[in-house]
């Protein structure tokens, strides 16, 4: 689960979840010239099949660390073993924003590290069954058409959308963790810098 390029005004709750979504599909590379209407259609339809996907259990080992600030990330999920790693940091820090920016009632006490293990599970889950397939054919987006046959095309980024969209459903989240990852962002490009004796045990 990235923590995503936000922009500067305060109330991001102001943009609603398909929104963001609108707002993660155009920041990903091969989409800058896209007419924002289709990237509206795609958000929709990825955010609507996440929301439909029954809970999916992690079946990837998880693993506990800090350095997510510092990475940009949440969480992760590797292949190689299949692999969840969970930051500690970046949920701690994602804690403290939910209570000074007023969230609570969005995003109940341990629903963070609950949404991104559910969010990295749909990545899992995409990754080694036919959900990926099923994805693309709900995006409607064509690779390749030749008469009645058509070859369903990927959508960078469709993933990451219906990841939130599941976690937010299966945790029972007011708003989609996609709000948080940008309230996340404009947090870390605001915080000071660590003083030059600060040092971390590894």
């Known amino acids: 689960m ?5 922009p500067a005004p305060a109330d991001l709750a102001a ?12 920041a990903t590379p091969t989409h800058e010239h896209r007419d924002p209407e289709l990237l509206r259609r795609w958000a929709r339809a990825a955010d609507a099949y996440g929301a ?5 259990e992690c079946t990837a080992r998880i693993v506990e660390s800090d350095g997510g600030l510092a990475l940009g990330l949440l ?11 969970l930051f500690t940091d970046t949920i701690g820090l994602a804690e403290r924003v939910v209570d000074a920016r007023g969230w609570r009632a969005w995003y109940p006490p341990g629903s963070i590290r609950a949404a991104a293990l559910a969010h990295e599970a749909v990545h899992v889950h995409l990754h080694h ?9 709900a995006l409607g987006h064509s690779a390749l058409r030749l008469g009645r046959l058509r070859v369903p095309g990927h959508v960078a980024g469709a993933e990451e959308v219906a990841a939130h969209a599941h ?13 948080l990852t940008a309230a996340l962002a404009a947090e ?15």
């Open 129 to 137: 069954g036919p959900g990926r397939t099923a994805l693309k054919r």
């Open 15 to 26: 943009t609603d979840d398909i929104g963001w979504a609108v707002r993660l599909l155009a």
């Open 167 to 179: 976690a937010r459903t299966v945790c029972g989240l007011g708003r989609s963790p996609l709000l």
């Open 52 to 56: 439909a996907l029954a809970p999916v």
């Open 188 to 202: 870390t490009e605001t915080a000071p810098p660590p003083a030059p004796d600060a040092r971390r045990e590894n």
């Open 2 to 6: 990235t923590v995503q390029d936000a």
């Open 75 to 85: 969480a992760r999920y590797t292949s190689r073993p299949p692999t969840v790693e």
